[in-house]
């Protein structure tokens, strides 16, 4: 019987959102993380969300986390309310893709505000296309300043394996789709 009053959500139309239980993945773009540390979670981001599964060679995949290494190494990208976005270039994109990890114990991601980062999103993009970042980007912002999503996100529910409707829907099928304009 289930207490919640969220809805399970379709999974013939969202296949990928319900193989959530053995392996921690929720969709093609979430995981949950495991990781005490932000580098160490960028790492698991990149290799455990399938959406990064282009980069099949260990070689490719770890020039990217080196290139988001970099890039966190010049300035946090922990930017307050529990949210970081970690982002690198990367000639092997085709597209921008966001990969969400979740912390619900949090990660000291040197935040501007100091709090714990519990919604890490790993941004990839091809340096010969910034308008598309910038567009995933103003989403991923305009969304995640509401601090409802911010909260469901954290918490997000699951029943037997499979990811309950709530707040986070829209977001994480946006997620899915990796369509953020």
Do not use: W
Request: proline share 4%; aromatic share 8%; net charge neutral.
């Amino acid at each position: 019987m289930l207490v919640s009053k969220t809805e399970e959500i379709d999974t013939s139309e969202t296949p990928s959102l319900a193989r959530a239980a053995g392996s921690m993945k929720i969709g093609c773009s979430v995981h949950q993380l495991k990781s005490r540390d932000k580098f160490s979670a960028i790492e698991e981001i990149v290799n455990n969300c399938p959406i990064f599964g282009f980069l099949d060679e260990v070689n490719k995949r770890e020039f990217f986390i080196q290139e988001v290494f970099h890039r966190e190494s010049l300035g946090s990208t922990g930017i307050g309310h529990n949210v970081a976005i970690p982002h690198g270039k990367c000639s092997l994109m085709d597209k921008v893709r966001v990969g969400l990890g979740i912390s619900r114990d949090g990660i000291d991601f040197g935040s501007i505000d100091g709090e714990m980062v519990h919604l890490v999103l790993v941004i990839g993009s091809s340096p010969s296309n910034q308008v598309e970042y910038l567009k995933s980007l103003a989403f991923i912002m305009n969304h995640l300043k509401n601090p409802f999503l911010r909260s469901a996100l954290i918490n997000i529910p699951l029943f037997q394996g499979k990811l309950l409707k709530g707040p986070h829907s829209h977001f994480l099928n946006i997620l899915q789709s990796q369509i953020f304009s």
